[in-house]
Structure formats: structure tokens, C-alpha cells
């Protein structure tokens, strides 16, 4: 008798259920809705037309990189100095990446904005925030870049937690939900312990980021997640938390959501923040940025979500 090969469940992102023949490495299984094919071009540096929205200096490199984003018949076009030409079709489902040698810096800016330029053209949102499931709901964990996001959701990954996102978090208001990113964890090496936990590897290692990934058992189902309550992570000299004023929970959410796209667009993502702001609970915790506070603030922020 021959033993069938039980196959993998549908590669997912961000709800997306991906067709392509690509690698990626930081993917979730099953749980995907709307397909969206991902394929790979030849590099170009010829100019498209297009109409300028934007550029700016990227965040998170040992170098000088910048970004430029341009809006084209169709959707849009992403490029970086350090990766390439993205380009980002909404009305075909379908995003083109560039050939190249770095497949992880090019994964890495595939999951950023034409990640998000994909699902906000469905109507969901996303927030600069990571995302940990505890129970069976999701806890957002918010705030600015260089306040240890991805630091604590590891942590709660070693306390048993699923991560569903470690830097930016695709939320649908309509329905208080929040829908896992990449698979993924880039952290720095003194943080690392010796051993990783059952089910994590190391897919690369730079020389300030060690990018963790997860076995398809540990990474999970990228189906969406009921968001069960919103945690701003503030910095304080000891562990505390107590419940955020609605008033700045709107404000706060808003200024960690991006703003991409058309007015219509941006006026459609502020309704949202405002509603899952008035759907969801929200605390404020303090921790201090140490290391020694992190069980103390996955112990604080396990008590706020059962409340």
C-alpha cells in the first residue's frame, strides 16, 4: 500500500492566497480568499509614466536607500534603490518583483508597501504595530519604530503566543479582525537566546538583524483573527497599565496607519481606524526598554486582553 503525501495547505499573506512559483520563504497555510499572483521580472531601470506620490528616505538599513512611489493605469509602482521595481496591479490581483540575488531584502520590501497597497485596495487597513494571538483572539501591540515590537512578540512566542505579525498588522474593521503578515521575526542577535524555540529557524543573519522564520506548523493558518483588544506600548520605569482615552486611541491609531493611496482612500482608512477604535478595548502599558521588564509585560498584557 503506498502512503499518500499529505501536501501543504494554500501558501498565504496577509488573507491572500498567493499563486506563484516563487520561493518566499515567510509565508503562512491556508486561510487565503482573494488570489493574488506573484511573479518575477527581469530588473529595469526605464522610467514608467506615472504620477508621482511620493519620495522618501527607507527606515532600517546600514545605508543610504530611498523608496518612490508612483500611481499608473492599473495600480501602482514601488522601487527602492537597494531592490528594484515593484509593480503593483490591483485591478488584476497581481504584483511583479524583481529579479535579484538578495531574496530576503526583496521578500522583505515585497511584505512593506506593495504588500499593503494589495489589501488596502480590498478595504482593510494596516497599522505600524505587531500582532500576538493569545487564546483565541488577536492582541495589537502598537507603537513607533525603535520601541521593541518585535523584541516583545518574541517573547511571547517563547511564552507559547502565536505571532501574527512583527512590525505591520492588516486589520479589517468592518468585521474587528486582524489578519496574520509574514511568518517572520527580525531580530537583533543579543536577543537571541542559544537554542530557538521548537519550530523557529534561522533564515538569514546580517550584521545587526537575524531573520527568524517559522515552520509551517509553528506560523499557523493566515485566516483572520477576531481582535480582542489594542495595546500602546509606552515607555515608563515600571510595568503598568490602565485604559487609554478613546479620543487619543483614535488619534494614536491613525498616526500609525499608512496613508497611502488616493483622498478617498485615506478618508475611507480614517472611518476605519475610528470604528475599530470604538469596537475594540485599549490600554496603555508602560514597561521600562529593558530585557529583565519583558515577562513582567507579557504577564501585564495577557492580564488587560482577558479583561
Same mark, same amino acid.
Given at each position: ?96 518583483? *524583481? ?44 507603537? *513607533? ?10 517573547? =511571547? ?5 502565536? @505571532? ?46 537575524? =531573520?527568524?522564520? =517559522? ?9 483572520? @483573527? ?5 495595546? =500602546? ?75
Amino acid at each position: 500500500m503506498v502512503n499518500a503525501i499529505q501536501a501543504l495547505p494554500e501558501p498565504c499573506v496577509f488573507g491572500f492566497a498567493l499563486r506563484s512559483a516563487i520561493a518566499l520563504k515567510f509565508l503562512r497555510y491556508g486561510g487565503g480568499r482573494e488570489p493574488l499572483e506573484i511573479v518575477e521580472v527581469p530588473r529595469s531601470d526605464d522610467p514608467l509614466p506615472g504620477e508621482v506620490m511620493g519620495v522618501w528616505p527607507l527606515q532600517g538599513t546600514s545605508y543610504p536607500a530611498q523608496a518612490r512611489l508612483c500611481r499608473v493605469p492599473g495600480g501602482y509602482t514601488f522601487e527602492t534603490t537597494d531592490t528594484g521595481r515593484f509593480v503593483i496591479d490591483v485591478e488584476r490581483g497581481r504584483v511583479e518583483i *524583481p529579479v535579484m540575488d538578495d531574496v530576503i531584502l526583496r521578500e522583505q520590501r515585497l511584505h512593506g508597501i506593495p504588500m499593503i497597497l494589495s489589501f488596502q485596495a480590498r478595504g482593510d487597513i494596516s497599522l505600524h504595530a505587531a500582532a500576538v494571538e493569545i487564546g483565541d483572539g488577536a492582541v495589537i501591540l502598537a507603537a *513607533p519604530s525603535r520601541y521593541g515590537k518585535t523584541t516583545l512578540a518574541f517573547a =511571547f512566542q517563547r511564552a507559547g503566543h502565536r @505571532v501574527l505579525s512583527e512590525d505591520m498588522i492588516c486589520c479589517r474593521a468592518a468585521s474587528g479582525e486582524a489578519i496574520p503578515g509574514p511568518a517572520l521575526l527580525r531580530l537583533r542577535p543579543d536577543v537571541i537566546p542559544e537554542t530557538l524555540p521548537d519550530g523557529l529557524f534561522v533564515a538569514d543573519q546580517r550584521p545587526d538583524r537575524m =531573520f527568524i522564520g =517559522f515552520e509551517p506548523g509553528r506560523a499557523g493558518s493566515g485566516a483572520p @483573527v477576531p481582535v480582542r483588544a489594542i495595546v =500602546f506600548l509606552r515607555e515608563g520605569e515600571k510595568v503598568a497599565a490602565e485604559p487609554a482615552d478613546p479620543v487619543t486611541v483614535v488619534k494614536d491609531l491613525w498616526s500609525l496607519s499608512s496613508r497611502l493611496g488616493s483622498d478617498e482612500g485615506r478618508a475611507d482608512s480614517f472611518r476605519q481606524v475610528t470604528k475599530l477604535a470604538g469596537s475594540v478595548p485599549a490600554w496603555n502599558v508602560t514597561r521600562p526598554l529593558t530585557l529583565e521588564a519583558l515577562a513582567a509585560t507579557v504577564d501585564m498584557v495577557q492580564v488587560v486582553a482577558s479583561r
